[in-house]
């Protein structure tokens, strides 16, 4: 739906002016006033907007959990607080209907539903030896992108992040960096890049090593 909407929301808003217009049109040349209909117009900008705003990034990324938690990326459910990894690529001729269905074929996508209500996750990240990968964590109630790691962000080498909930007091494993959560529960999507055709079982490899535990309590 994303994809829908970035695609072809001009078009849309396009076509929605103006039959909004041609509305407009037609009860002036019939001598009605339009004072109601541009109340009825403001009154739902006023109200629908902010609703929009409110829930659609709650609405996109909650259809992200329940896909990943009851079919996950094709090969079944994804438990909470596990990351997969897609052993292949999607490439134009995926199906439309894939969860992960961007279009390119120089990807290998990763993808877990976090959940840090009982305690915190450490995420384990081996050493990509300057490969390019990345992992966004997304806040399900902005639908923001609110910590990275990654070549950019992180480098390549190995690593273990911890992954903390709102308000958690804990004291850090030594060696480890913390990454704060404003919520307990996170959408995670991943990106490792592939050279070509006969990379991509190496990329598979060291994709799959990027995994969560709990984290130990002292």
Wanted: proline share 8%; charged share 10%; hydrophobic share 45%.
């Amino acid at each position: 739906m994303n994809r829908l909407i970035l695609k072809y929301g001009y078009p849309i808003t396009a076509v929605i002016l103006l039959v909004f217009a041609w509305v407009v049109y037609r009860r002036i040349a019939v001598g009605s006033t339009i004072l109601p209909l541009v109340v009825a117009a403001v009154v739902v900008w006023v109200i629908g907007a902010p609703a929009f705003i409110y829930l659609w990034p709650r609405l996109t990324v909650g259809g992200y959990k329940r896909a990943i938690l009851k079919h996950g990326f094709g090969a079944g459910p994804i438990p909470v607080n596990s990351l997969y990894a897609v052993p292949g690529t999607f490439s134009p001729s995926t199906a439309s209907g894939s969860l992960l269905a961007t279009g390119t074929n120089d990807l290998l996508y990763i993808g877990g539903w976090i959940d840090l209500k009982d305690r915190p996750q450490v995420l384990h990240v081996p050493d990509m030896a300057g490969r390019y990968y990345s992992l966004q964590f997304i806040d399900p109630s902005t639908g923001a992108n609110f910590a990275y790691v990654g070549k950019r962000t992180t480098g390549t080498q190995a690593g273990d992040y911890v992954l903390t909930g709102p308000g958690w007091k804990g004291s850090l494993p030594a060696g480890m960096a913390r990454i704060s959560a404003p919520t307990n529960s996170l959408l995670a999507i991943g990106r490792v890049i592939i050279e070509n055709d006969d990379d991509v079982p190496a990329a598979y490899g060291l994709a799959k090593l990027i995994q969560l535990a709990p984290m130990q309590q002292p």
